[in-house]
């Protein structure tokens, strides 16, 4: 019985990891939609010049396309922790998907509007928001499932859960430091949140037993 | 050979359980396509104003969201329960499916007329219908296969299976009211359809079965 | 070897079943983007008939859905038939995907233009169109597969194969007639267009095998 | 231990290459979004007449769609002979799948432009550097995966290890070749991107593996 409940916890894991995976692969594929060319008959632009002119977008769309990628990749190493789920942590998964489907939308926003002086600033603030947002919820479900293991694997060490912690919890801090920046600096915040993401690009570390393992 | 059916009617149960996963992760996705700044240039707004006005779309956003996750969440929660298909059961997933798949119109057509006192009325009874559409057709699959235990796990208990029955069919009516409702008080419409879907938000009844278990 | 050659096999045949899967749950749901609230400013029409006149629309994207939904039950039907695939299948397949994914476009050209008197033969014209690509692709997959039986079960009766390859020819062909049709009275042609597709919800046969089996 | 450490590692390619198979099937549908009818109210054309001069963009999206499918057919190919994935494997293949992503925009612009003598030369560029694109991401992930049989099968022959590092090294080069072309002829430099995709319809050499084979 007990066998059969495990087995059936987790199959639910492997559930919300494959389905949560769509909407990875959505959001991420969905990005490119958001760049769209101006009709250049109404702007008397070339198509040349018109596609050089969407830089921000590009680059909206690059660095976009890489945080989503992020958190996939780390999205497939949390699910090696993740051990069992229960109605909360779906909910907070719900939420959490919810805040990487958002992304486009800031997206969309600061690449039609980054290089336009008078909203420079609401632009980047909106993003770094939107940042900010699934990294939020990414460390909610985190404490969530971590406190007292209560989803994750008991093997685990107790150092490694505490590095984890204060990883997500920084990367949250960050965010939020960045976010305050912009309100002075749009282009100092935003180059904090490129250069914190590029720290992301760094492998996760791998998880570490307890010694000796309880197997 | 009967084992070999059984084989195949349980594969056909979790296919159809995961074609229905891609739908359901990508409307979830597709709702932000909806969520637009209005060009700035015509309205002479700055876009920091432009992304305040927009709350009604990301009030919309949020709650469909929240909606087709409660009903991703359910889906996996019930094919636990459904044990064969068969053709009539197929049509009416497309038919469920179909209407989980409206929903990010009568999203899109909430966010943008909330606002507006004269359209108000319309736009919420438009979205109370679309919330109601997934929760019939929901029941409607729902008796087909509950109907003599047709589909579903024989073992489950008749208590049980009334249990579901009553709340799915409830769930229906609410909607139903909350339509009526939006005739004469849109605001308490809405309201009522968001107070009814927090109690979705309450984890399912575990499957209940005969005593003693037919095992 | 042999036995792994026809494990890879098998094993592509699940692969490609998969990834038309996501085809087809996406093509399916994209149908709903393209319904949209035309501005009502511009029109002064209400919000409520500018929701009613939308109607074409709405009949298109049922119409649509179910297209799409019949396929691909048929697809998941048919794949239990189909036993191995090549190179020239893949691609085959991958033309039929490419008539799935090409319905939106003109659903939504039927949606937007159908109660236009002049332009009603032009739209329906173009629809029933769309209807025969994927018939037709379906078709050219049939005849190419069941050919001297080279990718089917070797086990079918050559009478249920003949049985398909006649159902499948004659929907190109009643497809074709309704395409005719509609150049002379579209409301004809798109009704016929219809009716066959009522005719294919009904549940498709059961493969028959050979007389005795080679098992 | 080293057993564990593989079958990890197998997972992770066979996740890998099933949440590609989302992006693929993603991009590859989200194309026909590109092809839209215009205003004829605007431009007092009948539906007709703008359906034909849609015709680019339906060259553009045939073309693209199988673009896309064949690197969908050549990404299952090389899966069979990726054997391990690690961490900058997994930025690589997210920067390929932006690559992917990428496409149905400058498919988008081709098809708007391309009969637009003063921008057809711009457009086939940005195409042709479109598909240039995937083709070098592809490249780098090989030369990354094959270099001293880093992530690919043991077993293969060097020769056939060579092989490929040609055939997708020229695949490269001849992309390069049709883009500096399309810079002084467009309609030969999207000739010569076509007619070398026509090459890549042909199937894929099967693995070939070293003589006696390491089993």
């Known amino acids: 019985m007990k066998e059969q409940n495990q087995h059936q916890e987790e199959l639910n894991t492997q559930r919300i990891e494959a389905s949560s995976d769509g909407v990875f692969a959505i959001a991420i594929t969905l990005l490119i939609l958001e760049i769209r060319l101006p009709h ?7 198509v040349a010049t018109a596609l050089v002119s969407l830089w921000p977008s590009y680059f909206a769309y690059i660095f976009s ?34 805040c990487i489907s958002f992304l486009p939308f800031p997206t969309a926003v600061l690449g039609e509007h980054l290089l336009d002086v008078k909203e420079q600033k609401t632009v980047v603030i909106f993003y770094v928001f939107g940042l900010l947002l699934p990294a939020a919820s990414w460390f909610l479900k985190w404490l969530y499932a971590s406190s007292h293991y209560r989803l994750i ?15 997500y919890g920084f990367s949250v801090i960050f965010y939020l430091f960045a976010l305050v920046v912009s309100v002075f600096q749009p282009v100092v915040g935003i180059a904090i949140a490129v250069g914190l993401t590029f720290l992301y690009l760094l492998p996760s570390k791998q998880p ?8």
Request: hydrophobic share 40%; aromatic share 18%; net charge positive.
């Open 40 to 46: 250049t008959d109404a702007t008397h632009q070339s």
């Open 65 to 98: 396309f890489v945080m989503i990628g992020i958190y996939w990749v780390n999205h497939h190493y949390i699910f090696r922790i993740y051990q069992k789920t229960d109605h909360v942590f779906n909910l907070l998964n719900i939420f959490f998907l919810m």
């Open 153 to 167: 694997d008991s093997r685990l060490s107790p150092h490694f859960v505490n590095y984890l912690t204060k990883q």
């Open 208 to 215: 570490v037993y307890r010694d000796p393992p309880t197997l």
